[in-house]
């Protein structure tokens, strides 16, 4: 087995055509021939697996080798999707980066195969936000998108995220079938490689801009005082271009995560969601006294959202923010500011139900998917959709995919309007949560060195699936992988608790993590503030007998 590794590994190096990645492999290959223990560890670590398309295509740590990003493995996914869309009919594909390590590089890398293959192959100007290619897609009409990036993973990972002509990213069977067409490629030597491929000027991004600020109705406020970090990622210039444009002041900007920045130097993680991410943001908002704060993470697919909460600021959850803003669809078309809403709102398994009850209100359709945004916006029909981790699509006729650009204006639109009303986004959540009652969830991540990791524990709660978690009887347990409510397999387990909610295990498809998605439902009862004190608690306990049965130290985060 080991010199299977050590031969897989030499030809692999042989046929890499970066001279990094290529003398990294081979000095492994020669410190475990010499019997170094770490080296070896390290070989397996790169070789004893593929980077497959996940919950958001493919990503991971770069470095040499085939679960690593790296150019090699970015000219084989080229030239597997390449194939896929020649067999579609297809004959055009626009590409896109970040500001990560060998992004443009990467994209580069992908334009030459696929415009080697005889695709007409476009390239956008420089480096810019997830949704802006997203947009592109569209826009431009092509057969496929790609944009190089990780989005909000550690500052050493990179990836390359496909999207086809119907601007959602890909979904089954097209994944299996990308996959099994790299599978079959022999050599990265032997690919055709073009440089006829284009690369576009600005009119897409402005085309984007002006679409984005049409977000936001004429007759809507505009006075807010706002803050603004894009994390150290490509959001920056474009969300004040389209804030500019959609008649806003510009806002207090984080200047020490304004630039792009690869390394992310002020955010052990650049996700707003983690502790400390949001801390320089907060501190302006304080500073400045803000309405509102908005963040962005690195590639601006996601939004985060502070508002002024008592005497101070207050972090939104992704649910808070998700549910404000489908309560907003339904508002505008109230308002007449936008016709009434008739389409799906649609959410995630692992978000909040609560939306569902706002959909019903409104006389609308709501519907669950799997976790990952492809599965949102593949819904025929879909109005609005948002998942907890910060997604959310409020434009779908024109980006097919969560946009954080667009959301944020959307925000800036909504809290514009309750501040000249006298109210605050608190207020909004006090009358749903009255009408409908407190919907408190909670995430608990335990994080790991590979994703490896995580399958002994996923295997402990298919054998033996608990039976109470905290003070609740688990009422049924569902295995995702055999199908759940008519949606397609996938990785995790469902655990009813009944009217008293429910609990969601699955694997990241992003990074090495296992995720716990707790939601915990109570009436409102007179004094909203002890309902929820009262479901924190029972939270908590959740949290406990998950932890205990996990033998982890994950931190439950209430949401």
Known sequence: MIDDLLTRASDWADDDPDPATRDEVRSLVEASQAGDAVAMAQLRSAFNDTLTFGTAGIRGAMGGGPSRM?????????????????????????????????????????A??????GLSTL?????????????????????AGVMVTASHNPAGDNGFKVYLGSGVQITPPHDAQIASRIAAIATVQGLPQGDNWTTLDDSVLNDYLTMAAAVVCEAAPRSLTTVYTPMHGVGGRPFLA???????????????????????????????EEPGAMDLALAAATRVDADVVIAHDPDADRCAVGVRWGNGHRLLTGDDVGLLLGWWAVERGRRGWSPAPTGCFATSIVSSSLLGAVAADAGLRHQETLTGFKWIASIDDLE?????????????????????????????????????????????LDEITRRHGVHLTGLLSLRFDSAAEVTPLMTRLRDSPPTRLGEFVVESAVDLEQGYLG???????????????????????????????VEVVLPAGDDIAVTRAEAERQLAAIGATLTELLDGSGRLSVR
């Open 70 to 110: 790296n150019r090699a493995v970015v000219m084989r996914a080229a030239a597997g999707l390449a194939e896929h869309v020649r067999a579609l009919g297809g004959r055009s594909v626009v590409i896109g980066f970040d500001a990560r390590r060998r992004s443009d590089e990467f994209a580069r890398d992908a």
């Open 112 to 117: 030459a195969v696929i415009n080697g293959a």
């Open 123 to 143: 390239v956008l100007p420089r480096a810019l936000p997830t949704p802006v290619l997203a947009y592109a897609v569209l826009h431009l009409g092509v057969d």
């Open 242 to 272: 389209a804030m500019e444009a959609a008649g806003f002041s510009p806002p207090v900007v984080v200047a020490e995560q304004f630039e792009p920045h690869a390394e992310f130097p002020t955010v052990p993680f650049p996700n707003p």
């Open 384 to 428: 609005y959709g948002y998942e907890e981790a910060l997604g959310y699509c409020v434009d779908p006729a024109h980006v097919r995919d969560k946009d954080g650009i667009t959301a944020g204006l959307r925000v800036l639109e909504l809290i514009a309007t309750l501040k000249a009303e006298g109210r605050g986004a608190h207020d909004v």
């Open 487 to 517: 949606l397609p397999p996938t990785a995790g387990f469902r655990y009813s608790l009944g009217d008293a909610g429910r609990v969601v295990v699955r694997p990241s498809g992003t990074e090495p993590l296992l995720k716990c998605y």
